[in-house]
């Protein structure tokens, strides 16, 4: 079970917005415990992640009801969350798994950032806490996304962005996907993405189009490098025009101790697995191809250090380690021997001296 770090408390008020610096603008303040998001009353900060803050909050005319809201960082997002909350908040709320939770209610806080309010759970942000899971784990989190994603294309949703911070894992380490990521296949809402968004959508999308099956694929493809890197390449930020904004305790160094804990071979064929998926954007043209890849990757491919279970035969579980026993000192003496000969070994020895010597004595007496 994974510890979910302390919450994150931000230590200004402000949050940081780089575009708005630049600008010269006032960068609009977070709410504090005790304010109000409309009807919604801020009862703890929790975590940062790339679209804003986190925050627990508790409803005014109901204290018994809970939820959590993100307050975004950027103010140009309000479009995007507050015109498809109005246009697809109804649809989304009939669509029923235990692995979503829909939008319950979206406004502007009392300094103009753009909230959205979901229901409540324990956890945390899946970037905060994924790298400490094993490579594997992290691989199969995707995996479920795509699970949850064949049920919401069986009512009529399609992946509309992925916001990276409105991923979630359970204490029990279970994938939960909270907002408006989805969108009915038809919706009328506006197709702008919020900028967390933009380094996971495609040039088409990012330039206002709609998703499509190559768009979802993308999407899903540029969430693996994330979820097996902690990152995204930097490069492909800086050649599209926008700034990345870094997903906090999203660190590299977790990633790095996996990738070393790999073997060359299985180095070589993972990086180009990530090649296809996030790169190219041909190799995949929907999900369940990127899906299938993945998961043969998984099924292919051993754990370092461990001997496969022989085909049809059932994995077994690994011994545990016994604790090594306390050094002698007279330990480097003892060094491994071969055994000992048995007593049927010596005789066929002896025997066969014997053998050699009478031959050498009779050519002796021949020669004489």
């Given at each position: 079970m994974i510890e979910p770090p302390s919450p994150h408390a931000p230590e200004s008020r402000a949050p940081h917005d780089p575009s708005a610096a630049r600008g010269g603008r006032a960068v609009a303040a977070l709410p504090a415990v005790g304010e109000r998001l409309g009807v919604w009353r801020v009862a703890a900060e929790l975590f940062e992640c790339a679209s804003g803050f986190w925050f627990r909050v508790e409803h005014?005319?109901?204290?018994?009801?809970?939820?959590?809201?993100?307050?975004?960082?950027?103010?140009?997002?309000?479009?995007?969350?507050?015109?498809?909350?109005?246009?697809?908040?109804?649809?989304?709320?009939?669509?029923?798994?235990?692995?979503?939770?829909?939008?319950?209610?979206?406004?502007?806080?009392p300094t103009g950032l753009p909230y959205l309010v979901v229901?409540?759970?324990?956890?945390?942000?899946?970037m905060r806490v994924a790298m400490a899971l094993p490579l594997k784990r992290r691989m199969q989190l995707l995996l479920d996304l795509v699970d949850l994603l064949e049920a919401a294309h069986a009512q009529g949703?399609?992946?509309h962005e992925l916001d990276p911070g409105t991923l979630w894992l359970s204490p029990a380490q279970q994938l939960h996907w909270l907002g408006q990521g989805l969108a009915p296949r038809d919706s009328q809402a506006p197709a702008a993405l919020v900028r967390a968004a933009e380094p996971l959508a495609n040039a088409r999308?990012?330039?206002?189009?709609?998703?499509?099956?190559?768009?979802?694929?993308?999407?899903?493809?540029?969430?693996?490098?994330?979820?097996?890197?902690?990152?995204?390449?930097?490069?492909?930020?800086?050649?599209?025009?926008?700034?990345?904004?870094?997903?906090p305790g999203a660190?590299?160094?977790?990633?790095?101790?996996?990738?070393?804990?790999?073997?060359?071979?299985?180095?070589?064929?993972?990086?180009?697995?990530?090649?296809?998926?996030?790169?190219d954007g041909r190799s995949f043209t929907d999900r369940q191809l990127l899906a299938q890849a993945v998961r043969d990757w998984i099924e292919a491919e051993?754990?370092?250090?461990?001997?496969?279970?022989p085909t049809g035969a059932p994995a077994s579980a690994p011994m545990p380690l016994l604790p090594s026993p306390p050094p002698l000192d007279h330990e480097a003496d003892e060094r491994p021997r071969a055994p000992a000969a048995s007593l049927a070994e010596r005789l066929v020895g002896i025997a066969l001296v014997l053998a050699l010597a009478a031959v050498v004595a009779w050519l002796l007496l021949r020669a004489g």
């Open positions: 005014g005319k109901a204290a018994a009801q809970t939820g959590l809201a993100l307050v975004y960082r950027h103010e140009v997002d309000a479009q995007a969350v507050l015109m498809r909350f109005a246009e697809d908040s109804e649809s989304l709320s009939r669509f029923q798994h235990p692995a979503y939770g829909a939008p319950l209610d979206s406004g502007l806080s229901p409540a759970m324990e956890g945390a942000p899946l949703l399609v992946l999308q990012r330039a206002g189009g709609r998703p499509d099956a190559n768009s979802e694929a993308h999407t899903l493809g540029r969430l693996l490098g994330l979820l097996v890197n902690g990152r995204l390449p930097r490069r492909d930020a800086t050649e599209e025009g926008f700034e990345e904004e870094p997903e660190t590299p160094v977790a990633s790095l101790q996996s990738w070393l804990s790999l073997t060359a071979a299985q180095r070589e064929s993972l990086d180009q697995l990530l090649d296809r998926a996030m790169m051993p754990v370092p250090a461990t001997r496969s279970a």
